[in-house]
C-alpha cells in the first residue's frame, strides 16, 4: 500500500517565538519512506534537528512574529496490514521486564497512575494477566470516553477524562496507558497520521493517537478509541504520553490560525 500523507499548519505570532515540532515520520518509518518528508516552513527560516531518547526527530526552529505556514508532503510505502492482534501474549512478572521497559510503568505529567489503581484492581485484578486483561482495558476505555472534539482541552489528564467523560483520542490512549500501568503492562504513547483508509470517512482529518503495549516480549500496537484494528498508521512519535509526543511545542504567545491534514492511499505503482 501507498499513501500520501502531510499537513499544512498556519500560525501567526506577535514576536518571534522558538518551536520544538515532532512533525515527522518515526525513525523506525524511514525505510518505508519513497518520497522525502521535508519540513517546510513559509517564510523560510533554519531548521535543526535531533532524535531524542525515544527515537522522535525533533525539530528546533523560530517562527518569526506574523504568519508562518508549516508544512510537508510525502509518499510512505505500509503493509496494508491491520493492526495485529496477539490473544497467547503473556504479561511478564515486572522483576522480568527489560530494564528500559521499566520507564513505561511510571506515572507521568498525563498519565497519574495513583489516581486509578485502586480502580484499576477492582476492575481488572480477577482478569487472567496477558492479552485478556488488555482486552479488557481497552473496552472500558472505549466505553467510558465519548469522543468529541469540543472536549479537547491540552491540560486534560487520565484521571480527568475518566471522570468526565468525554475527549478525543488522546485521552482514549491517556486512559489506556494508565490503566494498562496500574496492572503493571508497559504502556507508551503514540502519535501519528491514521487516515480512514478501508474505513467510513470521519469528517475533517486530524493527527491521531494511540498506544504500545509490551507483551509477550515485544510491542503491540492497540487503540482504545477505534477498539478495533486499523490500516495504514504512520508512527510520528512516542513516548511516555503527550509531554513527551507534542507534534508542536511553544516557547511564546501564539495563535493556531489553520490546521490541515491528510493520509491518503494512492494507487499502487
Request: glycine share 6%.
Amino acid at each position: 500500500m501507498r499513501i500520501r500523507a502531510g499537513y499544512e499548519i498556519t500560525y501567526e505570532c506577535p514576536q518571534p517565538t522558538p518551536m520544538l515540532l515532532l512533525l515527522n515520520v518515526h525513525s523506525s518509518r524511514y525505510q518505508d519512506l519513497e518520497t522525502p518528508d521535508f519540513i517546510r516552513t513559509d517564510p523560510h527560516v533554519p531548521v535543526t534537528q535531533y532524535h531524542d531518547a525515544f527515537g522522535n526527530l525533533c525539530s528546533r526552529l523560530v517562527v518569526p512574529a506574523g504568519r508562518t505556514v508549516l508544512s510537508a508532503d510525502f509518499v510512505i510505502r505500509d503493509t496494508g496490514l491491520p493492526d495485529q492482534t496477539a490473544p497467547e501474549a503473556m504479561q511478564h512478572p515486572v522483576q522480568e521486564l527489560p530494564n528500559e521497559v521499566i520507564v513505561f510503568l511510571l506515572a507521568s505529567r498525563y498519565c497519574e497512575t495513583e489516581h486509578l489503581s485502586d480502580l484499576a484492581w477492582r476492575l481488572f485484578g480477577d482478569i487472567a494477566p496477558g492479552w485478556a486483561r488488555l482486552q479488557a482495558i481497552l473496552d472500558y476505555a472505549h466505553s467510558r470516553i465519548r469522543f468529541g472534539y469540543e472536549h479537547a482541552r491540552p491540560t486534560k489528564t487520565a484521571f480527568e477524562a475518566h471522570e468526565e467523560g468525554y475527549g478525543v483520542c488522546r485521552d482514549y490512549a491517556h486512559l489506556a496507558i494508565t490503566l494498562c500501568r496500574c496492572m503493571n503492562i508497559p504502556a507508551r504513547y503514540c502519535t501519528g497520521y491514521l487516515g480512514d483508509i478501508q474505513w467510513p470517512s470521519n469528517g475533517e482529518m486530524d493527527f491521531s493517537a494511540w498506544t504500545e503495549v509490551f507483551l509477550g516480549g515485544r510491542w503491540h500496537t492497540v487503540d482504545a478509541r477505534h477498539n478495533t484494528p486499523r490500516v495504514g498508521r504512520i508512527l510520528m512519535a512516542r513516548g511516555r504520553d503527550a509531554t513527551d509526543a507534542a507534534i508542536t511545542t511553544s516557547f511564546g504567545p501564539n495563535t493556531l490560525a489553520g490546521f490541515k491534514v491528510i493520509a491518503d492511499e494512492l494507487p499502487s505503482s
